[in-house]
């Protein structure tokens, strides 16, 4: 189930669950899903902000907080449209909720991503998840909002001001939560332990330049406290402002750096694979690459810049890789490729053992060399990942070779 996989991925990632004070009035449950979800105090009820991607860790969530904070919410706010954001929601909202506000595009975006495009959404979360042949929303519990705005909203309730803010960067949708009588900011996704996914595979580039404004937007605050919807809250005015300008600093040197290789004609592929963090950022603890990666980061670059042409005419109108890679295959043959990418275990390059067996594969899905080959590549990838994305979508790889030898009648 996939609640039970989110808690359980939620425990491998931050620890036990758990209730953290973040803030005045502000408590954070961590741990009971990948997302958090922030409960802030006032003196006409609660307002929770984000509400995981499951009723069942919703609920785990909303009981836990409630030891802390008593009381039903009076509005329910989605800072952006993940699904780790907004299906919990249905275990949230109580008798007691005016509102579910969120930014003017969410709706929009969850009907793309979970109506005309729900079939490859799910598919290719079901990969990223390492489990590609299950449901990756099975406990799904969204709840469409009530109150939607463009650019800025402030809601007043119980003595304080929560001012929402359009603040784009990991989704178009996405929005800030600042509350300025005791200068807490909730940057939702903008700002997480972990190099920013600046683009999803299977998904696209996020606005990359928006985010980079975003947290100069937050820089302005002039925050005390900082409560991101993934990891731990910060205290502090010079701690969150540390925080706030090494994260700005290293999505802005992956899209320099980016823009140079493309001014100087680096072939994508090279620029993703030689683009690197300054050592003085790349120490540090909030831009581990656990989950998006720099080399993603230049691909996102080079998808928002300059498309999918690369100015070579072959590029052009291209055949489906199929005809192509039967055309090697009649060349080279199935074997001879297996048995170089075999070479390229053995010289540890799984990377190009999986891009040969792979031109096998597209003409014989089942050809068991190759299968075998790509098992052992995307283990050995997988293991070597620190990126939970990159795992699973190896593991993902590894899972699918299993089933195309099983299929063959063959061991793995």
């Given at each position: 189930?996939?609640?039970?996989?989110?808690?359980?991925?939620?425990?491998?990632?931050?620890?036990?669950?758990?209730?953290?004070?973040?803030?005045?009035?502000?408590?954070?449950?961590?741990?009971?899903?990948?997302?958090?979800?922030?409960?802030?105090?006032?003196?006409?009820?609660?307002?929770?902000v984000d509400t995981a991607s499951a009723?069942?860790?919703?609920?785990?969530?909303?009981?836990?907080?409630?030891?802390?904070?008593?009381?039903?919410?009076?509005?329910?706010?989605?800072?952006?449209?993940?699904?780790?954001?907004?299906?919990?929601?249905?275990?949230?909202?109580?008798?007691?909720?005016?509102?579910?506000?969120?930014?003017?595009?969410?709706?929009?975006?969850?009907?793309?991503?979970?109506?005309?495009?729900?079939?490859?959404?799910?598919?290719?979360?079901?990969?990223?998840?390492?489990?590609?042949?299950?449901?990756?929303?099975?406990?799904?519990?969204?709840?469409?909002?009530?109150?939607?705005?463009?650019?800025?909203?402030?809601?007043?309730?119980?003595?304080?001001?929560?001012?929402?803010?359009?603040?784009?960067?990991?989704?178009?949708?996405?929005?800030?939560?600042?509350?300025?009588?005791?200068?807490?900011?909730?940057?939702?996704?903008?700002?997480?332990?972990?190099?920013?996914?600046?683009?999803?595979?299977?998904?696209?580039?996020?606005?990359?330049?928006?985010?980079?404004?975003?947290?100069?937007?937050?820089?302005?605050?002039?925050?005390?406290?900082?409560?991101?919807?993934?990891?731990?809250?910060?205290?502090?005015?010079?701690?969150?402002?540390?925080?706030?300008?090494?994260?700005?600093?290293?999505?802005?040197?992956?899209?320099?750096?980016?823009?140079?290789?493309?001014?100087?004609?680096?072939?994508?592929?090279?620029?993703?694979?030689?683009?690197?963090?300054?050592e003085r950022l790349r120490a540090h603890?909030?831009?581990?690459?656990?989950?998006?990666?720099?080399?993603?980061?230049?691909?996102?670059?080079?998808?928002?810049?300059?498309?999918?042409?690369?100015?070579?005419?072959?590029?052009?109108?291209?055949?489906?890789?199929?005809?192509?890679?039967?055309?090697?295959?009649?060349?080279?043959?199935?074997?001879?490729?297996?048995?170089?990418?075999?070479?390229?275990?053995?010289?540890?390059?799984?990377?190009?053992?999986?891009?040969?067996?792979?031109?096998?594969?597209?003409?014989?899905?089942?050809?068991?060399?190759?299968?075998?080959?790509?098992?052992?590549?995307c283990r050995r990838l997988r293991d070597?990942?620190?990126?939970?994305?990159?795992?699973?979508?190896?593991?993902?790889?590894?899972?699918?070779?299993?089933?195309?030898?099983?299929?063959?009648?063959?061991?793995?």
């Open positions: 189930m996939a609640d039970i996989s989110a808690a359980r991925t939620g425990r491998r990632l931050f620890g036990e669950p758990r209730v953290e004070e973040a803030g005045p009035g502000v408590h954070v449950a961590r741990a009971f899903d990948l997302g958090n979800v922030i409960k802030i105090a006032t003196r006409e009820g609660p307002v929770i009723r069942a860790s919703a609920a785990a969530a909303r009981d836990a907080l409630a030891e802390a904070s008593p009381g039903e919410p009076r509005y329910v706010v989605y800072t952006h449209c993940h699904n780790d954001h907004t299906s919990g929601a249905v275990a949230l909202v109580a008798d007691a909720t005016a509102e579910v506000v969120a930014h003017a595009a969410l709706p929009a975006l969850t009907e793309r991503d979970h109506g005309c495009l729900g079939a490859w959404t799910a598919r290719h979360r079901a990969h990223q998840r390492g489990r590609p042949s299950e449901d990756p929303f099975p406990d799904r519990g969204y709840v469409p909002p009530t109150t939607t705005f463009e650019r800025e909203l402030d809601i007043e309730v119980g003595g304080l001001t929560l001012h929402l803010e359009h603040t784009e960067g990991e989704t178009r949708d996405h929005l800030l939560v600042w509350v300025p009588e005791t200068r807490v900011l909730l940057p939702g996704d903008l700002v997480y332990p972990a190099f920013p996914n600046l683009s999803t595979p299977a998904v696209g580039p996020r606005p990359i330049p928006g985010w980079i404004r975003s947290i100069e937007r937050f820089l302005e605050l002039g925050a005390e406290h900082l409560v991101p919807s993934h990891g731990p809250p910060v205290s502090g005015a010079e701690a969150v402002t540390e925080v706030l300008t090494t994260y700005r600093d290293a999505i802005q040197h992956v899209w320099d750096a980016a823009l140079r290789a493309i001014d100087e004609g680096v072939e994508v592929n090279e620029a993703a694979r030689s683009i690197r963090l300054p603890p909030w831009l581990r690459e656990v989950y998006g990666t720099v080399n993603w980061g230049v691909r996102a670059v080079y998808d928002l810049v300059t498309g999918w042409y690369d100015l070579s005419p072959a590029s052009l109108d291209p055949h489906p890789r199929a005809r192509r890679d039967a055309a090697i295959v009649e060349v080279a043959s199935a074997d001879r490729l297996v048995e170089r990418a075999t070479a390229a275990l053995e010289d540890d390059d799984p990377q190009l053992a999986l891009e040969l067996a792979d031109v096998v594969l597209r003409t014989d899905p089942h050809h068991v060399g190759a299968n075998r080959v790509t098992a052992d590549a070597r990942s620190t990126s939970i994305n990159q795992r699973g979508f190896y593991h993902s790889g590894l899972v699918r070779a299993r089933e195309r030898l099983a299929a063959a009648g063959a061991a793995p």
